[in-house]
């Protein structure tokens, strides 16, 4: 059960794009799309953004979508705003029927 | 309105137990797995553990398996976690969720920090 590999922080100025990545195995990323992403303000509880890999939930903004190719499940943000600034986890279902959380990737917007 | 409440940290002493629970309001809680996520001070999300929507089902993950115990009493529309032999790398804010489908985790709670310190 090692945690999916993210990146640790990623920037961008508002208006652009970023994308941050989150790694696993064949046994997670690469074998279901049960790929989820979260948001987490400091404070805060976890928000849903992302579920199975490219779904939004009711009432996340359409700037934000996920992609994944192999191992590798993607979310990008387009059109940055400073309320983006927040730390994104990944989580994906595994073959031992538990779940694995990225390391975290803390999103600065310049 | 769908919420969930974690109550029951604090301090204990490593080696010691301490059991968690999370009320759970606006939905029918039999009808939903439920999961325990925890987050150390400063770090990331780890996940705990999971129960199906009638508790059949556990899974844990390899850090707690045989010392956390998840259980639900759906007639107090309640998650619990029975954590035993607790370890100073056990402290963390600990987080239930409601399982929307396959780990989808829509709604959490707000929290409850667990701090094993002698």
């Known amino acids: 059960q090692s945690a999916l590999t993210q990146p640790a922080s990623v920037s961008g100025s508002p208006g652009q794009s970023i994308t941050i990545s989150c790694t696993g195995t064949?046994?997670?990323?690469?074998?279901?799309?049960?790929v989820s992403w979260y948001q987490q303000h400091p404070g805060k509880a976890p928000k849903l953004m992302i579920f199975?890999?490219?779904y939004r939930p009711s009432g996340v903004s359409n700037r934000f979508s996920g992609s994944k190719s192999g191992n590798t499940a993607s979310l990008t943000i387009s059109g940055l705003q400073a309320e983006d600034e927040a730390d994104y986890y990944c989580s994906s279902y595994t073959s031992s029927n538990t779940w694995v959380f990225g390391g975290g990737t803390k999103l600065t917007v310049l | 309105q769908v919420q969930v409440v974690e109550s029951g940290g604090g301090v204990v002493q490593p080696g010691r137990s301490l059991r968690l629970s999370c009320a759970a309001s606006?939905?029918?809680?039999?009808?939903?797995?439920m999961h325990w996520v925890r987050q150390a001070p400063g770090k990331g999300l780890e996940w705990v553990a999971v129960?199906?929507?009638?508790?059949?089902?556990?899974y844990y993950a390899d850090s707690v398996k045989g010392r956390f115990t998840i259980s639900r009493d759906t007639s107090k529309n309640t998650l619990y976690v029975q954590m035993n032999s607790l370890r100073g790398e056990d402290t963390a804010v600990y987080y239930c969720?409601?399982?929307?489908?396959?780990?989808?985790?829509?709604?959490w709670g707000q929290g409850t920090l667990v701090t094993v310190s002698s």
């Open positions: 129960i199906s929507y009638d508790g059949s089902n556990k």
């Open positions: 064949s046994s997670d990323v690469g074998g279901y799309n049960y």
């Open positions: 199975d890999v490219t």
């Open positions: 606006g939905f029918t809680f039999s009808s939903y797995a």
């Open positions: 969720a409601r399982d929307e489908s396959l780990g989808i985790l829509g709604y």
